[in-house]
């Protein structure tokens, strides 16, 4: 794929995670720089933190493990970090590694809390990680692993066709939002709304016919019982 993003233009890759859960969530903390943690996002927050090490490598069993490695795309226009990348020795068409000798295959390990989801928001970011590590490394990702701390468990993730054109797509939503500085307007039938920790800075109920603003403030400033 072509490349059509400079340095400047470089969005944050965790976003896609919020993207996929919500355009608004995205466009209210990489936007407008609003962030609230709830139990979730700590939880989250603490498992990234155990595996946050920038200076860990292992070698074990012809596994080279590597932690915190910094991911760009000029493709998708992302950058970021990969919790752990693993480098598998294989035989024909990996990469080749500065000290080490033989082909090598990277492939993506994001830690995530909870456990495997219906929807395929920790899968897209996976793989918008794989997209980075096959651009830096001009090689073929085929699969990747979701390890979840609840289960304690990986899920292999398979980097299909579907799921890469939903990457990309995604992305040039990010960037066609992020150039004109929009933040997408809350959906009244967004389901992912009870769990969403910028509830209350979004208001999504407000606006739409579910309430209108003037109930809202009646309601939250004493004039009219809940
Ligand atoms: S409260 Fe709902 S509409 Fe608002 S950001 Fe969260 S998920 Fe999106």
């Not at 294989?90 to 090598?104: A, C």
């Not at 990702?141 to 289960?151: A, D």
């Not at 800075?201 to 407000?206: A, F, M, R, Y």
């Amino acid at each position: 794929m072509i490349p059509k993003y400079n340095d400047e233009d470089l969005l944050a890759l965790s976003g896609i995670q919020h993207f996929a859960y919500c355009p608004r969530q995205w466009a209210l903390i990489h936007i407008e720089k609003q962030w609230s943690e709830n139990l979730r996002t700590v939880e989250g927050r603490q498992l990234h933190e155990r595996v946050d090490n920038p200076d860990f490598f292992e070698a074990r069993g012809g596994i080279l493990t590597t932690r915190s490695v910094p991911l760009s795309s000029y493709v998708l226009g992302f950058y970021g970090v990969a919790d752990v990348v693993e480098f598998y020795a294989i035989e024909e068409k990996g990469v080749t590694l500065n000290g080490r000798e033989g082909q090598w295959c990277p492939l993506p390990v994001e830690y995530k809390r909870g456990r495997p989801k219906k929807d395929i928001i920790d899968e897209v970011q996976l793989c918008a990680q794989a997209v980075c590590l096959e651009e830096m490394l001009c090689t073929t990702i085929e699969h990747g692993y979701l390890f979840y701390g609840e289960t304690k468990h990986r899920t292999k993730v398979m980097f299909c066709e579907e799921l890469r054109q939903q990457v990309l797509k995604f992305s040039e939503q990010m960037h066609s939002l992020f150039d004109k500085q929009i933040t997408p307007k809350a959906s009244a039938t967004n389901k992912n709304c009870k769990s969403c920790s910028l509830v209350g800075i979004c208001l999504p109920k407000v606006g739409t016919k579910q309430a209108n603003v003037n109930g809202y403030i009646k309601k939250y400033l004493g004039q009219e019982k809940s």
